[in-house]
Every structure is written in structure tokens, then in C-alpha cells.
């Protein structure tokens, strides 16, 4: 059995690094194009419909973002009543990226964000479709892309918030993790926890994919070095943090501005079902979330399961708020939406209910519709 497991396992892996030149590549390349041009074409359309410019896409945490872009972390609160809410919540990667992009392009700030998110949103188009090819080689790339462009919350790829760089990151760290590349997994991995607290959970998966290869002593090495590598991003921004307000934990403290305290994920599911329509939406694709972790453990997809299943009962231990992005934005969890899509009556159902969702998101963002952002 486990010489059975190690050819399957060689051939994972050669088939992964052949990609890049072959024809699956070619194929993965027509499915982006296909994917993002769909997923435009509907942000074309609203903005159209609704009259509003590109640079309006940028409110809510684009704004904070782009406090960050213009002038770095703050020294003290600067906003809500107690003035006590401040940019230290949001991790560096996307901004940095953003300011890259600004430089180069010579763009205001709000497109300059919005921008560098569509630009992850093509880059998460192509390597999710190639992260699908590596669990499921069966599935027709435009699968793969057509469920990461319709997901109606694909919309926070399109207005400068952080979704789509950590969702890129995600899935090229877990394709290395795939062809064992540890040490390029872990270099990925620093950059995730640049990106977000949640980039952590990515160790939980590094550790797992690692086991089988302990035994073999020249593995060793580069394993621990890739597993110190992955909370190097983190470090970083807590030491950046500590020089600008002298707190390195500012990014958990300042939470409290947004009224978030920690308790059972459990009590605030529960809570959800006597909250509004939103909140028992919010807790149902939660559980539905979970069912979508059961399954990945069934098909012995444990690193993807660890990273999912942490990656939503964490922040669902500080409110059911936010779930909605945090569960459509895993890799993950979209492999198993993937899956069901390729069955044929599940797909001729999914499509237009994905579209219908993503047109009225962005009813939602543009009238503005703040109870379902």
C-alpha cells in the first residue's frame, strides 16, 4: 500500500511540474481568460446599469487599505466614537502590492487598489484552476474558473480588499505542498501571513503534508526550513507595527473598535438562527461550510481540511459578520463547489443561482446596501 501511495504521489507530482508547459497549461490559460472576462462583463454591467465609476468600488476597508497605501500604519486611532479603530487591523501584503501598482501605473489610490485586487482575481482564476487539476485532473478547466467567477462573493476581488492575494497565495502554496516543494511552500507561506492572521492555518497543512516525508533523513532540512519560513510574513509586521505605535500585537488589540469579542464559534452560530435574514444566511453557509470540511476529510484531503476547518472556526469565534467571505474565498471549500459542478443537473442550477448572487452583491455594495457587506 504505501509503495502504491508513493508512485501516486510521483505522479502527482510530475504531472503538476509538466503543467506549466504542456497542454493543460494552454487549457488553464483559455479557462482564466474565459472565467475573468465572465466575472468583468457582470462588473461592467452593474456599474453600467447603476452609473457609477470605478473609483466608488473603493469603500468600506478599501479605504482603510488605502490609508495604509498613502501614509503606513497609523500612530493612534483615528476613527469610530471612541476613536479607537486605526489601519493596524489590516496586514500589509495587499496594501504593498497596491502601492507597487500605484507607483507604476501612476494611479490614484482607489484605483490603484482596485486594480491590484483584479489583478489577484486573474492570478486566483488561473492558479485555482490549476489547484483543482492537481486534486481532480478529471474536471474541464473551465469548471474550475467558472466557480471562482460567478461565487457571488467574487465581488471582493473587484474593490480593492484583500480576498483575492490571499486566495493566489493560498492556492500556489498548497499546489507546492502537492509536488512536496516544502521549502518553496514555506517561502509562499510567509507572504500568506503577510496577508492575513488566517495565513497561519497554512502550517497546520504544511505539518500534515510533511509527515510522510520524516523518514527520509535529506527531507528533514528543507522541511523545517519551510515551516520557519511560513510565520516570517507575521514577524515582520509585528515588528513594523511595535515601531510605529510600540504594540506588535495592535493588529488583536485594535478589534475591539469593531466590537469583536472572542467566544465559542458555537454560541454565535446558535445566536446567528435568532439574528436577522442576514445572520441565519451567514450561519446556514456555515454549516454548510462544514459539511464541505467533513467531506474533504472522507476523501483523505486532510491538509485542506485543517486549513479550512480553522480558517472558519477561528473567525467565526469573533461573530457570524463576516463568514460569508471568509468561507467563499478558501480554495478549499471552492474545490468542493467544483465538484458538485461537475455533475451535470448540480451545475445547470448552480450557474445562474452564483450569477443571480454576484448581481445582487453588487447591488448590495453600490446602492449601498450595508446590511448584507
Known sequence: MRSIATLANVRSGAALRSMVGGLAFRKALIATAIGFAVNQTVDFGALTYLDKRYWQLCVYDCGWYASIVDEWYQLEGVAHEKMDAANWAFFPFFPLSSAIVKF???????????GTSRLFLLLSIFTFVLFVKAFRPDIPEHRSALVLALNPLSIYGNVGYSESSF?????????????????????????????????????????????????????VPPI?????????????????????????LAFVHVQRAWNR???????????????????????????????????????????LALFSLLSTVVPLSAGIWSMPRFIMWQAPILLVLVELANIRLVRHVLYPLMLAGLIFYYYAWLLPWDEMI
Open 167 to 219: 486566495f493566489f497565495l493560498s492556492c500556489v502554496g498548497f499546489i507546492l505542498l502537492q509536488q512536496r516543494s516544502f521549502v518553496a511552500a514555506g517561502f509562499v507561506g510567509a507572504f500568506l501571513t503577510a496577508s492575513r492572521l488566517q495565513g497561519l492555518f497554512f502550517a497546520a497543512s504544511y505539518l500534515w503534508r510533511s509527515l510522510s516525508s520524516l523518514n527520509q533523513w535529506s527531507r
Open 261 to 303: 469579542s472572542i467566544a465559542s464559534p458555537f454560541d454565535h452560530l446558535q445566536q446567528a438562527y435568532y439574528g436577522s435574514a442576514r445572520d441565519r444566511a451567514a450561519a446556514v453557509l456555515t454549516v454548510c461550510a462544514f459539511c464541505a470540511i467533513g467531506y474533504l476529510v472522507v476523501r483523505g484531503r486532510i491538509e
Open 104 to 114: 507604476v501605473g501612476r494611479l490614484p489610490t482607489p484605483l490603484a487598489l482596485i
Open 224 to 248: 523545517l526550513l519551510g515551516l520557519m519560513l511560513i510565520p516570517l510574513g507575521l514577524a515582520c509586521f509585528m515588528v513594523a507595527l511595535y515601531f510605529v505605535n510600540g504594540d506588535a
